[in-house]
């Protein structure tokens, strides 16, 4: 069965800090992993994807697949990036391309000014 | 076009009772999906549809939620004889599978409370 895990439900960091949102994930197939974000009273809205390799708002994500993690980092925290994180896994069992998405328990992070 | 809508945004009612959710996709997208999401907790798949046909539907879903996508346009959810497990956000999102974007849109979702 495929599943995400994010370990830490709550993360603090000072504005101007690092910070890294830590995502592992259980697939047998090849991944299609995605990091979402919730901004209070705002709906969830995709953040950056694995396979676009892009950075977004600064957060970047790189796929380890010996370490199945997806972890979200950005260099230099911002108070406008609080908010509530999850990691999603995209890809069915079945390996249905751009199915169901499988989300982890999600991180809040708070960046304190 | 304004994005996913869902009616209502708000819904309390009796155990017992059944009730219907409503999700208006973004017009283009052809894929449709129903998501669960409890407190504390990330949102949790219940089924998804591609035009009118129901692709998926987990296995965590009781025979009292059933869903429907009638013309490939808006779909609902039903559930019936609601129980206080039940009580959630339910999220819908969209997504196109032309292209290579397959981004899923999530509409604010409707939080039932069932007492």
């Known amino acids: 069965a495929q599943r995400v895990t994010q370990p830490e439900k709550l993360l603090s960091v000072f504005k101007g800090a690092p910070v890294e949102l830590k995502c592992n994930y259980s697939y047998s197939g090849s991944p299609e992993l995605f990091w979402y974000v919730q901004y209070s009273r705002q709906r969830l809205q995709l953040l950056l994807r694995?396979?676009s390799r892009e950075s977004i708002k600064g957060f970047t994500a790189d796929l380890n697949k010996g370490e199945t993690s997806f972890h979200l980092k950005k260099p230099f925290a911002q108070e406008e990036d609080s908010a509530m994180y999850y990691c999603?896994?995209?890809?069915?069992?079945?390996?249905?391309?751009?199915?169901?998405?499988?989300f982890g328990q999600g991180t809040i992070l708070t960046v304190h000014p | 076009d304004t994005g996913v809508s869902q009616d209502p945004r708000h819904k309390i009612t009796k155990r017992g009772q059944n009730v219907t959710f409503r999700c208006d996709p973004i017009?283009?997208?052809?894929?449709l999906y129903w998501y669960r999401q409890t407190l504390g907790q990330g949102p949790e798949f219940l089924t998804y549809f591609q035009n009118e046909a129901q692709l998926e539907k987990s296995r965590l879903l009781s025979d009292r939620f059933s869903a429907e996508r009638p013309k490939g346009s808006f779909s609902t959810l039903e559930i019936q004889r609601t129980e206080q497990g039940d009580s959630a956000m339910y999220l819908c999102a969209s997504s196109s599978t032309a292209g290579r974007s397959y981004e899923q849109y999530f509409g604010p979702g409707t939080r039932l409370t069932v007492t």
């Open positions: 999603a896994l995209g890809r069915d069992a079945g390996g249905t391309s751009y199915g169901k998405l499988t």
């Open positions: 017009s283009e997208h052809n894929r």
């Open positions: 694995h396979i």
